[in-house]
């Protein structure tokens, strides 16, 4: 049984779509009023979980999402400024 690589290097042009629209959310999250700021993430998470599951299907989602999950359980931020390729068709 073949695995697909944990992260491929994504298509440049899409990388720097992802990345400006990292940028405009965390623009955004910054201008939201100091009593919602708290509660951002939890709701970003939300709507991501939702938008990836329509993307790309519920399995492929959880997939996703566990490769995030073990990253972040090795204490493996992914940082605010930059992408991670999730998956091998994606940033």
Same mark, same amino acid.
């Given at each position: 049984?073949?695995?697909?690589?944990?992260?491929?290097?994504?298509?440049?042009?899409?990388?720097?779509?992802?990345?400006? !629209?990292? *940028?405009?959310? @965390?623009?955004?999250?910054?201008? $939201?009023?100091?009593?919602?700021?708290?509660? +951002?993430?939890? #709701?970003?998470?939300?709507?991501?979980?939702?938008?990836?599951?329509?993307?790309?299907?519920?399995?492929? !989602?959880? *997939?996703?999402? @566990?490769?995030?999950?073990?990253? $972040?359980?090795?204490?493996?931020?992914?940082? +605010?400024?930059? #992408?991670?390729?999730?998956?091998?068709?994606?940033?």
């Amino acid at each position: 049984m073949t695995t697909a690589p944990m992260t491929t290097a994504p298509m440049p042009d899409r990388l720097a779509d992802l990345q400006h !629209a990292m *940028r405009v959310i @965390a623009d955004a999250v910054e201008g $939201l009023p100091e009593e919602c700021r708290d509660l +951002a993430g939890n #709701a970003l998470l939300n709507i991501a979980a939702e938008a990836v599951a329509q993307d790309v299907g519920c399995t492929e !989602a959880g *997939r996703i999402f @566990a490769r995030l999950g073990d990253l $972040l359980s090795r204490g493996l931020q992914p940082p +605010a400024a930059d #992408a991670i390729s999730l998956t091998g068709f994606d940033a």
